[in-house]
């Protein structure tokens, strides 16, 4: 059963798992000369990488991308990769690489291998940092998503394109596979409504009605919940 961590507020939860991650990838640059992180896009996980930027850490030996993006441009006000240059690749952390995880093209599919050759000398991820949404979906793997199926399967490829109803834009996800492969695992989630749904996602059931199932069947998983 992975380990629920409760802090008393959303900004002891930002800098407690800031220091945490960050000790991490410092434990990582020791062994491999290098590291590699993933982080999830949102408004929710902004005061924790806000925390992270401001670490004491060799970033230019870290890699940097998200668990997933939404298919838009940068200047959207939807992009998650504008997020991330705004609160994380600032201070000290704008020294780190930004893999990229979304380019210019007509739909998802025609930007896909590019995306892929990009990623996979960051892989296997050292830290994965995850959000959690009421209905149970992680990174883009939503519940009824069009390739849910392939995205959760064991030999799933690195990255594919999703579609969901309660998506919005169609999304370019990492899969269950390089989630739960990653070094150490970290879900972050706030609000009461989000712990009721971590509670049902804890409980047996098929990984596609919970996709965060894949990462929550690590023992050493950890949840950093704040109210």
């Not at 991650?21 to 896009?41: F, H, W």
């Not at 838009?72 to 994380?88: F, G």
């Amino acid at each position: 059963m992975p380990d629920l961590m409760q802090y008393p507020d959303r900004a002891v939860l930002a800098t407690d798992l800031a220091e945490l991650v960050a000790s991490q990838l410092a434990d990582a640059i020791e062994v491999r000369g290098k590291a590699s992180l993933a982080v999830p896009g949102g408004t929710t996980p902004g005061p924790f990488l806000q925390a992270l930027s401001a670490q004491e850490i060799a970033w230019d030996k870290v890699s940097v991308m998200l668990t997933d993006e939404r298919f838009v441009s940068e200047d959207s006000p939807r992009s998650n990769t504008r997020l991330l240059k705004e609160s994380l690749l600032q201070g000290k952390a704008a020294a780190a690489t930004l893999v990229p995880m979304v380019a210019d093209g007509a739909t998802p599919e025609d930007v896909l291998d590019g995306l892929v050759g990009g990623l996979k000398p960051a892989l296997p991820l050292d830290v994965v940092v995850l959000g959690m949404g009421e209905d149970m979906h992680t990174a883009s793997l939503f519940p009824g998503a069009d390739k849910l199926a392939a995205g959760l399967a064991n030999d799933a490829p690195t990255l594919l394109p999703m579609r969901a109803e309660g998506a919005g834009e169609p999304r370019i996800t990492l899969t269950a596979p390089v989630l739960r492969g990653a070094g150490a695992v970290h879900l972050l989630i706030t609000g009461a409504p989000k712990l009721v749904a971590l509670k049902r996602a804890l409980l047996e059931g098929p990984d596609a009605e919970a996709p965060v199932r894949v990462v929550l069947a690590r023992d050493d998983t950890e949840i950093h919940f704040a109210e």
